[in-house]
């Protein structure tokens, strides 16, 4: 019988690949969602990657398993076999959902202060950095001849 760590050595490389290959994202488009036209199914997943899930902010609806994402995965579906372009098919869905549900909102509106914020604070931020680098390089003033005699008295006391 082997040691416990010799099992790990012995499939180095294969083990370390499958670990990484379990790791990767699942999707959750069902098998029962996908278009059997490979085109208009390639065209509702890069729909779909530009959809924020209204219920977890934070992931696409291709991504995410709450049912309101399976519902929208399956309208982008029906619209697009509809005939809908992919800007009919995202205008549908905002209109329903707002702007909120896209992951890369028009720079328009009250957006457009989303979009601006960042570039402005970064010129902020390097116009705080430059002056405060020039306000280090600048040299200290030198004492009078008077202050400097009047600072050895001080300290001579």
């Known amino acids: 019988m082997r040691p416990a760590g010799t099992l790990w050595r012995a499939g180095g490389p294969a083990c370390a690949l499958a670990l990484f290959l379990a790791a990767t994202p699942v999707l959750a488009v069902q098998p029962d969602e996908m278009l059997t036209d490979p085109v208009l199914e390639a ?3 890069a729909i779909s990657r530009d959809i924020r899930c209204p219920v977890c902010q934070g992931e696409t609806i291709d991504d995410s398993n709450a049912p309101i994402s399976r519902d929208l ?5 029906e619209r697009l076999v509809a005939g809908d ?3 009919e098919v995202v205008a549908y869905i905002v ?3 707002g702007e909120g549900v896209l992951f890369n909102p028009p ?3 009250v957006n457009l202060i989303l979009w601006l914020a960042g570039p402005a604070l970064l010129v902020a931020g ?3 950095a430059l002056t405060a680098a020039r ?3 600048r040299p200290e003033a030198s004492l009078s ?9 001080i300290l001579k006391e």
Not at 73 to 77: C, F, K, N, W
Not at 145 to 153: F, I, K, Y
């Open 95 to 97: 209109e329903r959902f």
């Open 126 to 128: 390097l116009a705080v």
């Open 145 to 153: 001849a008077e202050e400097e005699a009047r600072l050895r008295e």
């Open 73 to 77: 995965r399956l309208i982008i579906r």
């Open 135 to 137: 306000r280090r390089a």
């Open 107 to 109: 720079a328009r509106g």
């Open 43 to 45: 065209r509702a997943r």
């Open 85 to 87: 372009s992919d800007a």
